[in-house]
């Protein structure tokens, strides 16, 4: 099985190269312009040559080997957990009967298996252990990286009521849009329902959240407090359980609702003139002119 994967390996070499030039250059540079103000200008060349080229080997170093700090990084809790787990062994049977270390293991082992909250606190813990380790293939097999095969790096994770949530830090060449399309694998890989993802941080699109989901708990029964309130000698008419079909208002008057009554039309009184004579009937505007046809 490669561990490193012969891009990231050349990648790496690569960047090592010029960590090592730029590093070695610069403060070389750097450290003859100071020692020249002390000493003669070539002894101050030598001075800088001697103090850039092992700080570029350093430089050279740390970027050559971050693809195994990286994976270090990723079994970082685990070694440390196996580390812990072996040295507490060591020092209980160095010290301790074999009955007696094996009681103690029992114990150990079968009490949080026993205690329902414990059991369940310990097996959250390890499926964040293991979605760290699933998120990883998925980045490593379907999802796009940059041209040097960096991958986005997985930081930490913790237990959540509906799964685990996750906190990752995207390299360059991938981003939060890249993801989203990929949902759907990411928890088929992961055994889970869903896969949410949410910016961590709002001045950073890097840092993003992954909230692993695999259990609903919306639909759990919930126990309600108020059921033992009710009597259960009350009657089942003063049972606050019994929805009222209707309103009963025995102390409102209904309101008188009366309606305007219809007359006949007002009919307008004809206008008089002056000298209380009628006026005469205009001709209405809608009639033809005789004196046109005559």
Avoid at 16 to 31: C, E, P, Q, Y
Avoid at 221 to 242: C, F, K, R, Y
């Amino acid at each position: 099985m490669t561990v490193i994967e012969a891009k990231v390996h050349r990648s790496s070499a690569r960047n090592a190269k010029m960590a090592f030039i730029l590093t070695a250059v610069i403060v070389g540079l750097l450290a003859a312009v100071v020692a020249a103000s002390y000493w003669h200008p070539i002894v101050a060349l030598i001075v800088g040559a001697l103090i850039g080229v092992p700080t570029g080997a350093a430089a050279w170093l740390l970027v050559r080997v971050w693809p195994v700090l990286r994976l270090l990084w990723w079994w970082t809790p685990e070694t440390f957990l196996g580390v812990g787990l072996l040295t507490c062994w060591v020092q209980l049977a160095n010290h301790t009967p074999t009955v007696v270390t094996l009681l103690v293991v029992a114990l150990l082992v079968g009490v949080p298996a026993v205690i329902r909250p414990v059991r369940r606190q310990v097996i959250a813990w390890t499926w964040c252990l293991i979605v760290r380790h699933r998120l990883r293939v998925c980045f490593a097999q379907f999802i796009i990286a940059n041209q040097s095969g960096s991958l986005p790096l997985i930081l930490w994770s913790r237990p959540t009521p509906v799964g685990e949530r996750v906190w990752v830090y995207l390299r360059p060449g991938l981003s939060a849009k890249d993801l989203e399309g990929r949902l759907d694998k990411i928890a088929v890989t992961c055994h889970a329902s869903t896969v949410l993802i949410e910016r961590a941080s709002e001045n950073n699109a890097a840092y993003l959240r992954f909230d692993i989901k695999r259990r609903e708990v919306l639909t759990a029964t919930v126990g309600s407090p108020l059921v033992d309130v009710i009597d259960p000698a009350a009657p089942v008419s003063a049972s606050p359980l019994t929805v009222p079909t209707a309103l009963d208002l025995p102390d409102i008057d209904a309101p008188t609702i009366t309606l305007p009554t219809q007359g006949k039309p007002a009919t307008k009184k004809p206008a008089t003139s002056a000298n209380g004579s009628k006026p005469a009937a205009s001709p209405s505007s809608d009639t033809d002119d005789v004196s046109d046809w005559i």
